[in-house]
């Protein structure tokens, strides 16, 4: 008779954890980027920033940054954009182009639900542009900011990290899936505290399992 009741107790107890496996979803972090840097010529301030060419055709590298995104964990992200323009420029065969002077980007991470932030450095040499090339590329650092404080200017990213490529090549004014665009691409990881589906997927099976064999 105890026996009947546990096993009933258990079936009951599968099914809820089952009911929660198929309901749960991963942990989601919301964030958003913004940005600052130096240079001789620009990228000063906040939010949209343009920084123009130091010599030649007159030429713009902006960068828009994005606003809040509540993405799961884990997942590839975007950061940002860099557009590049140059109305004057010609073919490298013409001659005619721009040319960019080094210059540092600051890409603040802003994480919402931790309440941290932290920032990865972007460095460049600059560069030459052309309508059909640019040899501008942007090297990050650091490589990851959290868990916890790592590289956290404000507040603790608890099990969260972001990261982000080693290296964001400037595509030149005519290239890219939006006309000299550049996506600043990287990752999003950690553990969630939400028990994963999965996991509580066999936990539930299991103790069904266990109720029906008791029934036969």
């Known amino acids: 008779m105890k026996l009947g009741r546990l096993v009933q107790a258990v079936s009951i107890t ?3 954890i089952f009911s929660m496996a198929m309901s749960a979803s991963a942990a989601t972090i919301t964030f958003n980027t913004t940005a600052t840097g130096s240079a001789g010529t620009g990228f ?4 949209n920033l343009n920084l123009n060419q130091s010599s030649g055709a007159a030429a713009t590298l902006g960068f828009v940054a994005d606003p809040n995104a509540s993405v799961a964990i884990p997942s590839g992200i975007n950061f940002g954009n860099f557009t590049l323009a140059c109305a004057s420029c010609t073919t490298l065969s013409g001659g005619v182009g721009a040319t960019f002077g080094g210059f540092t980007f600051n890409m603040v991470i802003t994480d919402l639900t931790d309440g941290a932030t932290g920032t990865f450095v972007g460095t460049s040499m600059g560069g030459s542009v052309f309508l059909d090339q640019s040899t ?9 900011i959290g868990t916890g ?3 956290a200017t404000i507040g603790n990213f608890g099990s969260t990290f ?12 005519t290239s890219g899936a939006q006309i000299g665009s550049t996506t600043v691409q990287g990752a999003l990881g950690g553990s969630s505290s939400i028990p994963e589906p999965a996991t509580l997927g066999l936990v539930g099976g299991a103790l069904l399992g266990l109720a029906l064999l008791r029934r036969q």
């Open 149 to 151: 404080t790592n590289h």
């Open 136 to 144: 501008i590329v942007i090297a990050w650092a650091p490589a990851q």
């Open 44 to 47: 000063n301030g906040s939010g």
């Open 14 to 16: 599968g099914v809820a």
């Open 162 to 173: 972001f990261t982000v490529t080693p290296f964001t090549i400037i595509v030149n004014p």
